[in-house]
């Protein structure tokens, strides 16, 4: 069965300081990941995803997250967090070919000082 | 494009009643739909996958006499509570994916359900 694994439940950072969240998923097989966003009051946004290709995955509002297939990891990235990146954070695995279920980790809250 | 909506966006209703929680697509036909339940410092839990015209795959551990559900067309999907309790309040999400891009989902905005 595929599981995703968020280490970071809450994560405060001050403004201009750069970001990493960590996601690791478990499935032996080909899988495609996605990293949502869910801003205060509303809902889940899509915020980059990863099929296939270069495993350096560039989203919106200067985000980005590399696969690395050989640790199982996604990790989301941003050079210089804004206080608007205030939100939380789900990282999400699907097993490509097989159905459109996607498994969410349990969220990582970020929350950035102004 | 790719909006879908829910509604109400907040119910409050007595133990024992029922209520429907509707999913929208505005702008796309929806090849499946997908019904969360998010609760409070919480992951998404699934619970179950709808298609249109078809019976809805429940989760393990989700009861499906308790929650129904209904895709009645591409666009609509219900969730049913059933004879609600207090342990059902929670926050339910939809999902619906469109024929031109597997595997992204697009969510609505969720429902609060609160049973008093």
């Known amino acids: 069965a595929q599981s995703v694994s968020q280490h970071n439940h809450h994560v405060i950072l001050s403004e201009a300081a750069s970001l990493e969240l960590g996601c690791n998923y478990s499935?032996?097989?080909?899988?495609?990941l996605f990293w949502y966003v869910q801003y205060p009051g509303q809902h889940l946004q899509l915020l980059l995803k990863y099929f296939s290709g270069d495993p350096l995955v560039k989203g919106i509002k200067g985000f980005e997250a590399e696969f690395i297939k050989s640790k199982f990891s996604f990790n989301l990235r941003k050079p210089s967090v804004q206080w608007s990146d205030t939100a939380e954070y789900f990282c999400?695995?699907?097993?490509?070919?097989?159905?459109?279920?996607?498994?969410f980790g349990k969220g990582t809250r970020l929350h950035i000082l102004p | 494009g790719a909006v879908v909506s829910q509604h109400p966006s907040r119910v409050i209703c007595k133990s024992g009643t029922s209520v429907k929680i509707e999913c929208r697509s505005l702008?796309?036909?929806?090849?499946?739909m997908f019904w969360y339940r998010q609760f409070p410092k919480k992951s998404l839990m699934l619970m179950a996958t709808s298609n249109e015209g078809s019976k809805a795959t429940y989760e393990q551990g989700v009861e499906k006499d308790k929650f129904l559900i209904n895709h009645a067309s591409l666009t609509l999907s219900t969730l049913t509570v059933t004879s609600a309790h207090p342990e059902d309040s929670s926050f339910y999400i939809c999902?619906?994916?469109?024929?031109?891009?597997?595997?992204?989902?697009?969510f609505g905005p969720g429902t609060r359900l609160t049973v008093l």
């Open positions: 999400a695995v699907n097993a490509k070919n097989r159905d459109d279920k996607i498994i």
């Open positions: 499935y032996g097989g080909t899988v495609n």
């Open positions: 999902s619906a994916t469109r024929t031109s891009s597997l595997n992204e989902q697009f």
């Open positions: 702008d796309f036909q929806a090849t499946t």
